[in-house]
């Protein structure tokens, strides 16, 4: 009999790249790749590389876990997932980090941005708001574990120390600013002030490229120097610092490892966090048949342009296997170990055995037994790695401090190419929009944003109300 060209794996919910209308979606793996087959009635057929490793795409369906719920749901169910975002009672995870964009302005236009800012675009927050934005994120979590504050640039904010103030007064565990840099390049005394607020207080770095043409491409300026200064004046107060990473195929995605090797040399760097381009929002030198790239494209350059983690060191994060990659070191003097294949799998699943006691590496012992004499407190180096390390076991660590940890995340924000309803039910990273609404940060950017709310309530009405 005659055979399709691919094995067919398994089914799902897609959308339409075109229309963004709903439709079904076979999983295929075909020429050791994993596509993603969908047909729309009005837009035809696509077929949409999802993954490039195929065991390692299958393995990620073994790190699932009880979903975590928030503490109330904010939206009903009407219309099915992804129309009924705010968190409604259908989404399957809380919010491990929760951003407020607190202006729509920025001084820059990149020809990538999701949030379409630029320095006229949009206004900036009311801190009546912005307190109100705070409060709907602390009912629905309690305490919660990450808060970040973006925009647009944050930074431009008139009010922005004020904006701080505030969050600082609520239970966030660890509260973030995702910056492009340029302010704290530029004044030190800024950067002064920003350290203040540690500790549990973080920096979200853009940081692209070493090369002056991606950066042009990427950000519509060269920005070497900015980055360079910026790191120095967070280097002096040893203010926590993310670098994160926009990839965009063949532009560069060479340059991975040497990103993470810079961060590794930084006094301030915690880790880097790689994002695949989302297609959404401002994208002007972006080909989608050219220059997409998969969560497994990026594991795989780690693997290759480093030396530092092994295939078992990059795990999928169980509360969303299908869009998280993490892989967590410690910084020890000149020494780095990787941590995360220290964790057996099931300890990520099992909550009676969450405790990891370092016993794998003689060396790391030895290092260990002399930070013991520092006199730091057990209970304060268990806070400060747990707070950051999502879903991973307790650690019994003493000694530590968050200044030892390093880890490399691969977030893989979902688009409407390949979209997939089972990952976009887990997502744990969210927005609160404008309407005090809890989105998912890869459906505001497809649906919930001002500019795509009438195409929304079009799609709604197509919809027979459930």
């Known amino acids: 009999m005659p055979e399709r060209p691919y094995v067919y794996y398994d089914f799902t919910i897609s959308l339409c790249s075109t229309c963004l209308r709903r439709v079904d979606a076979k999983i295929v793996f075909e020429d050791d790749k994993v596509y993603m087959h969908k047909n729309c ?41 992804p129309y009924d975002c705010g968190l409604c009672r259908d989404h399957e995870q809380h919010s491990c980090l929760t951003v407020i964009e607190v202006t729509d302005r920025c001084n820059l236009a990149c020809p990538t941005c999701y949030a379409m800012s630029s320095p006229h675009y949009g206004r900036h927050r009311t801190l009546g708001e912005i307190e109100q934005m705070l409060d709907v994120i602390v009912a629905n979590e309690g305490e919660p574990d990450v808060v970040q504050i973006s925009g647009g640039e944050p930074t431009v904010h008139p009010q922005f120390f004020e904006i701080l103030d505030i969050a600082k007064r609520k239970p966030i565990k660890h509260l973030m600013v995702n910056t492009n840099g340029i302010r704290i390049a530029k004044d030190e005394a800024f950067v002064a002030r920003l350290a203040t607020y540690a500790p549990d207080f973080e920096i979200y770095l853009q940081f692209d490229s070493f090369k002056k043409e991606a950066l042009e491409q990427l950000r519509g300026e060269d920005l070497r120097e900015v980055r360079s200064k910026a790191i120095e004046n967070l280097n002096k107060y040893n203010l926590s610092t993310t670098l994160v990473v ?29 994002q695949p381009t989302q297609q959404a929002g401002r994208l002007e030198n972006f080909n989608p048949a050219t220059d997409r790239y998969t969560m497994t494209e990026v594991r795989t350059a780690i693997l290759e342009q480093t030396d530092i983690f092994t295939a078992a060191d990059l795990l999928p994060v169980p509360c969303n296997p299908d869009a998280l990659v993490m892989g967590y070191a410690l910084k020890l003097g000149d020494c780095v170990f990787p941590l995360t294949r220290m964790i057996d799998p099931n300890d990520l699943l099992d909550n009676s055995r ?48 968050y200044d030892n940890l390093f880890r490399v995340i691969i977030m893989n924000f979902i688009d409407a190419q390949n979209f997939d309803v089972r990952a976009i039910k887990k ?40």
Do not use: W
């Not at 012992?365 to 879903?391: P, Q, R, Y």
């Not at 001002?450 to 009405?461: F, G, I, Q, V, W």
């Open 41 to 81: 009635r009005f837009h035809g057929f696509e077929k949409v590389l999802i993954a490039t490793d195929i065991e390692y795409y299958k393995n990620c369906r073994n790190y699932a876990k009880r979903s975590e719920m928030p503490l109330k749901f904010n939206t009903a169910t009407h219309y099915g997932c």
């Open 246 to 274: 926009t990839l965009q195929k063949g532009l560069n995605t060479d340059e991975i490892g040497k990103i993470i090797e810079y961060g590794l040399q930084q006094r301030c760097v915690r880790g880097v966090t790689l």
């Open 354 to 401: 969450n405790t990891i006691v370092y016993e794998q590496d003689e060396l790391l012992k030895s290092h260990l037994l002399h930070m013991f004499s520092t006199g730091n407190s057990v209970d304060v180096a268990k806070e400060h790695l747990k707070s950051i390390m999502c879903c991973l076991p307790d650690i019994d660590a003493p000694g530590l401090s």
């Open 427 to 466: 997502s744990c990273v969210h927005i609160v929009n404008k309407d005090m609404n809890i989105i998912p940060f890869e459906t505001m950017n497809l649906f919930y944003r001002d500019d795509k709310a009438a195409y929304l309530e079009t799609l709604r009405n197509e919809i027979p109300v459930m």
